[in-house]
C-alpha cells in the first residue's frame, strides 16, 4: 500500500475525495483517512450511524475518520498483527504534526502541502514541520485567485528554517470560477459530480493524478475523469 500525504492547514477533504474517486474508477482500492482536527468527512461524506472512529464507503471509497494511526485502523478492521491493510493507496488529510508524525508522512510515496495565500493558512500549515527530524520532499498544491510570483516567494521565505525541500513542479487550483459552488453542491447532494468543474481544476486534478499513478497515461486519467463526468 502506497501513502499520499495531503499536509496543511488549509480545508481540503474534498480534494482528496475527488483524487480518489479518479483512482477508484482506475481500478485502485483506494482507503481516503481524515486524521485533521476538525475531521471535516464526518460532515460531507454520508454515513448511517457514526461513531468515534469508524470507516464509511462512499463512490467506492473507503473513509476513515477518528483514527490516530494505522494500527488503529488495522484493529478496528480485524487485521491481526503483522497484517496489511487490503489498499493499493491510502491519501491521509492531515493538518496537525500529531496526525503527520502517528501516520508516518515523511514516509509516504508522495507528499502534497495544500495552501491557500492567507496568513493563516501558511503559517500554520508550516507549523506541521516544526519537529521534522529529516527534510521532507513536498509539491505545492496553491488556492489562488490569481497566480503571482510575489506569493509564492512569500511561501518560500516562510519555510525558510524547515527542513522542506520544494518540488519545482506547482500545481494550481482556482478559488473562483464557480468551483466551490459546485463542491458544495456535491457536499448538498452527497454525490461526486465533475461535470461543472472548471478545466482548470480538472487539469490540476489529472496532473495529480498522473503523479501518483506512475504507471497509468495521462489519456487513460483523462478517460477516468470523462467517466466521473457522465457519471457512469
Do not use: C, H
Not at 486524521?35 to 468515534?52: E, L
Not at 494550481?172 to 464557480?178: K, L, R, S, T, V
Amino acid at each position: 500500500m502506497k501513502k499520499i500525504g495531503f499536509i496543511g492547514a488549509y480545508d481540503k477533504i474534498d480534494l482528496v475525495i475527488y483524487i480518489a474517486k479518479i483512482l477508484t474508477v482506475l481500478g485502485k482500492k483506494v482507503l481516503v483517512i481524515d486524521s485533521t482536527i476538525n475531521q471535516k468527512a464526518r460532515y460531507v461524506v454520508p454515513v448511517i450511524n457514526p461513531t468515534v472512529k469508524y470507516i464509511t464507503e462512499f463512490e467506492e471509497i473507503d473513509i476513515a475518520v477518528g483514527f490516530e494511526n494505522f494500527d488503529e485502523i488495522k484493529q478496528y478492521l480485524s487485521i491481526s498483527d503483522g497484517g496489511e491493510l487490503d489498499y493499493d493507496f491510502a491519501l491521509i488529510d492531515v493538518d496537525n504534526e500529531k496526525g503527520f508524525n502517528e501516520f508516518n508522512i515523511a514516509e509516504a510515496q508522495k507528499s502534497y502541502f495544500v495552501t491557500s495565500f492567507d496568513s493563516y493558512s501558511l503559517k500554520k500549515g508550516l507549523e506541521i514541520f516544526v519537529g521534522l527530524k529529516k527534510a521532507i520532499s513536498l509539491t505545492k498544491i496553491l488556492y489562488t485567485k490569481q497566480v503571482l510570483k510575489e506569493e509564492d516567494d512569500y511561501l518560500n521565505f516562510l519555510s525558510l528554517g524547515y527542513k522542506i525541500i520544494w518540488s519545482e513542479y506547482r500545481i494550481y487550483f482556482p478559488i473562483e470560477n464557480g468551483d466551490l459552488s459546485v463542491i458544495y453542491e456535491n457536499q448538498r447532494v452527497s454525490k461526486i459530480k465533475f461535470k461543472k468543474l472548471s478545466v482548470q481544476y480538472k487539469d490540476s486534478l489529472a496532473y495529480i493524478a498522473e503523479e501518483i499513478l506512475v504507471n497509468v497515461s495521462e489519456s487513460n486519467i483523462r478517460r477516468a475523469i470523462k467517466t466521473i463526468e457522465r457519471g457512469v
